[in-house]
């Protein structure tokens, strides 16, 4: 067997989440459906599954710019694509998804992984990124599939108050559930929030006797939540993010916050907002030397000190 790894972007708004689920939707039900298409394996074949592994399960709706996966697949069925072009197998692979696979997901780029890479246990950290149009900016129609619109005015100072409280190695309990046999211990390397400044894509040059027009960047008066972590727990970054949004509108305190913090356990107050805000920006991963060893350190069951 080689491996491949595979780097790929999707809009989550028409998918019931990354995993596949009988009779739903998925990404990875659609990327598996294009390789046995495309590489001319039955489904449910036992000597080669084609079973995508993915650095985080992203959730319904929820949406990816640069989400990683990898495939772990025989030469000889990998050279099956080649068919009539003139090109190596991976690249043969590459354009022949990106023409079998639906508009609303894409191929970055499809390699053969190093020795040792894992797209989930490998991977260092990963990014995500929370937009929201609240009342303080004015609502662009053409946002509504990757931003979420709340009522009233956020107070940001109050909600990175709160989000610095995340940082470091906690229990989120509060704001999570565990996978079977798992533990809601994560360890948070950045978490903040800002509001994009109102920026323009073009100078002020204009043409003479015209008063110009300024285009405004698009995300421009967005409240932007960025969290980097090793990894996330299910449902734990859109519940911060309730949490945090319930705080800048002055339903919830901070000393709320802090006792959520203190005391893991979810009991209804913390649940997840809406997906839609969601995108899971970037994954990073050790040099390749270090890929094995990291591997097999994070399959450990963690504890707090």
């Known amino acids: 067997m080689m491996r491949l790894r595979i780097d790929l972007a999707y809009d989550g708004g028409g ?6 689920q009988p009779g739903l939707r998925t990404v990875q039900g659609e990327m598996e459906k294009a390789l046995h298409r495309i590489l001319g394996v039955p489904d449910n074949d ?18 990816a710019s640069h989400q990683v996966c990898h495939l772990d697949i025989r030469p000889e069925t990998l050279s099956c694509c080649i068919g009539h072009m003139d090109v190596p197998a ?3 692979l590459l354009r022949r998804l990106r023409h079998f696979l639906p508009d609303d997901i894409a191929i970055h780029a499809i390699s053969q992984a190093p020795s040792g890479f894992d797209a989930r246990f ?8 929370f937009r929201i149009a609240d009342g303080a900016c004015d609502p662009d129609p053409r946002l509504r599939g990757f931003v979420l619109a709340v009522d ?3 107070d940001v100072d109050a ?14 309990g509060s704001f999570a559930t565990p996978n079977p046999g798992g533990t809601t211990i994560r360890k948070v390397a ?5 509001r994009v400044e109102p920026c323009k894509l073009n100078d002020e040059r204009c043409s003479e006797g015209t008063t110009g027009h300024h285009t405004p960047a698009i995300e421009s008066g967005l409240v932007c939540f960025t969290i980097v972590a090793d990894a996330f727990a299910h449902n734990m970054v859109r519940s911060l993010v309730g949490a945090c949004v ?3 509108l002055g339903k919830r305190t901070l000393g709320w916050f802090a006792d959520k913090m203190a005391h893991p356990a979810r009991e209804g107050s913390t649940g997840p907002i809406a997906p839609q805000g969601l995108t899971l920006e970037h994954v990073a991963y050790p040099p390749d030397g270090e890929l094995a060893s990291r591997a097999e350190r994070i399959r450990a069951k963690r504890i707090l000190p």
């Open 15 to 20: 998918f019931h989440g990354w995993a596949r």
């Open 46 to 63: 036992a000597d080669e599954p084609l079973r995508l592994v993915v650095a985080g399960r992203t959730d319904t709706g929820v949406h």
């Open 190 to 194: 950045s978490s903040f929030w800002r």
């Open 159 to 172: 909600m990175n108050t709160a989000a610095a409280t995340m940082i470091g190695l906690h229990d989120f």
């Open 90 to 92: 991976i690249e043969a």
């Open 152 to 154: 009233g005015v956020l």
């Open 122 to 129: 490998s991977a260092l950290e990963r990014t995500y990124v």
């Open 246 to 248: 319930q705080i800048g």
